[in-house]
């Protein structure tokens, strides 16, 4: 079982390049979600999303893009990179929105 | 006040021990709370969910408090793969569109 899968596990980005983090589920889940971790900050929620073709901002969602055309894909896209998008970077599933079914998160380095 | 605060720790504990994580909330309103652990440089995976009446699965124990504001976790004999960062969770919107907010964890390291 795939469950939730995220491309690529790491990546290293010069300031002001763009790039787009995949992330597919295979478990027909209709809530998808964009986290960052930090060291000292937990997780931080980018956008979520409820169904194809809907999203939402989350805590922190400046400088990041979202779009959801199938149930499956749901690809965060950084427009400009930063140094302070250096960050571990997990998508997450969920039938309901309760339990999260995170995939194994992206090591992203802005230099 | 932040939304969901836990103790940083790091707990160490020897093998065997009963060790105990608290967690408060400010959301009074929040509808569902969790327990996550988080093992070094891996995912968050859910431990176990946190009920009102309190709930137990094997050596791990979850208690609410509602009026307090505040949840525990407690493990009982503690083993060498207990080690790992527990994140305390809480639902503020209840539903299926409430978007999950984490604590920044509690990291226990138990010693042989």
């Known amino acids: 079982n795939a469950g939730v899968t995220q491309t690529p596990k790491f990546q290293v980005l010069k300031t002001g390049q763009s790039m787009t983090l995949q992330c597919a589920q295979d478990?027909?889940?209709?809530?998808m979600s964009w986290y960052r971790q930090d060291p000292g900050m937990g997780l931080r929620l980018i956008h979520y999303?409820?169904?194809?073709?809907?999203?939402d901002q989350g805590e922190v969602p400046n400088g990041y893009n979202v779009s959801r055309s199938t149930t499956e894909d749901f690809p965060l896209r950084l427009l400009s990179a930063a140094p302070s998008q250096t960050s571990v970077y997990f998508c997450?599933?969920?039938?309901?929105?309760?339990?999260?079914?995170f995939g194994s998160g992206t090591q992203l380095s802005v230099l | 006040r932040k939304e969901v605060e836990q103790d940083p720790g790091p707990f160490n504990v020897p093998e065997g021990a009963t060790v105990a994580f608290n967690c408060t909330y400010s959301?009074?309103?929040?509808?569902?709370f969790f327990w996550y652990r988080q093992d070094c440089r891996k995912e968050p995976k859910l431990l176990m969910s946190?009920?009102?009446s309190g709930n137990e699965d094997g050596r791990f124990t979850a208690q609410l408090n509602r009026a307090s504001q505040y949840i525990s976790l407690l493990i009982r004999d503690s083993k060498l793969s207990d080690s790992a960062t527990y994140l305390c969770?809480?639902?503020?919107?209840?539903?299926?569109?409430?978007?999950?907010?984490f604590g920044k964890g509690t990291k226990l390291s138990v010693k042989p």
């Open positions: 997450a599933s969920s039938p309901t929105g309760r339990q999260l079914f």
């Open positions: 946190v009920y009102s």
């Open positions: 959301n009074s309103a929040s509808q569902s």
């Open positions: 999303s409820v169904g194809a073709g809907i999203t």
């Open positions: 969770v809480v639902n503020p919107y209840g539903g299926s569109q409430g978007n999950l907010i």
């Open positions: 478990m027909n889940h209709e809530y």
